[in-house]
């Protein structure tokens, strides 16, 4: 009898212990997940004095709403990342630049070498994003290729071919945007960056007038 009670026991203990495991395992699994991939919601107002940059000086005031959903194959080293924002635009005196707008963007990382990485970016954004109030589509493919040095020094060079395509009465304006650059980022303690960027951008537009060329230079620091 003792030793049936004994059975019993080490029985009742060891799934206790395998439900404690069980459980502690789907924990982890489950804020793994809420790393991998999570959503964001956001809220903008926005007013300018003179919103169709015209002589008529129309002074508007806007709100935009936001909602985001973003993916990460891996929650610390990602090779794949997926983001997808829909948001909705509304401005007074004037509906020129009330729509929603849809913004979805893929990035694939990949080690070509030991200190060579490859990173390709195709976005679409359709009538704009909740951070302006460009109405025109865009469709972008950008390959960049990166060397990180020993000392925390990282060298890239990317190209891009960009689309843009504007509404019916702008249409003059649509596109070939496609530009080339190269930067520089140095990485310090605590998360901290200084990046030195130059793009060269060409844009062919279907009216000659609007071709121009651009050179831009961008000098970054961040800090957490």
């Known amino acids: 009898m003792r030793k049936v009670l004994v059975i019993i026991f080490i029985a009742i203990v060891t799934s206790l212990s395998v439900a404690a495991q069980t459980s502690d395992t789907l924990k982890k699994e489950e804020e793994r997940l809420h790393r991998r991939w999570w959503v964001s919601m956001s809220f903008a107002s926005v007013y300018d004095t003179n919103i169709t940059h015209d002589e008529q000086q129309v002074g508007s005031f806007g709100l935009v709403p936001s909602f985001g959903f973003h993916f990460r194959d891996n929650a610390e080293h990602p090779s794949f990342e997926a983001d997808y924002e829909v948001a909705l635009h509304r401005y007074t005196n004037t509906d020129e630049f009330d729509r929603v707008s849809h913004n979805l963007t ?14 390709t970016t195709t976005e679409i954004s359709l009538k704009g994003s909740s951070e302006d109030r460009e109405i025109n589509n865009n469709y972008i493919l950008e390959q960049q290729l990166q060397y990180r040095f020993a000392s925390n020094t990282r060298v890239a060079g990317f190209a891009a071919y960009r689309l843009k395509r504007y509404p019916f009465i702008e249409q003059d304006s649509n596109s070939i945007d496609s530009y080339v650059g190269a930067k520089v980022e140095q990485r310090f303690r605590n998360d901290r960056r200084l990046e030195l960027t130059y793009r060269y951008d060409h844009n062919r537009a279907w009216d000659p007038r609007n071709n121009y ?4 230079y961008t000098l970054e620091f961040q800090t957490p």
Not at 106 to 119: E, M, T, W
């Open 106 to 119: 893929g990035v694939y990382r990949k080690q070509l070498a030991k200190r060579f990485y490859s990173k």
């Open 213 to 216: 060329i651009r050179r831009t």
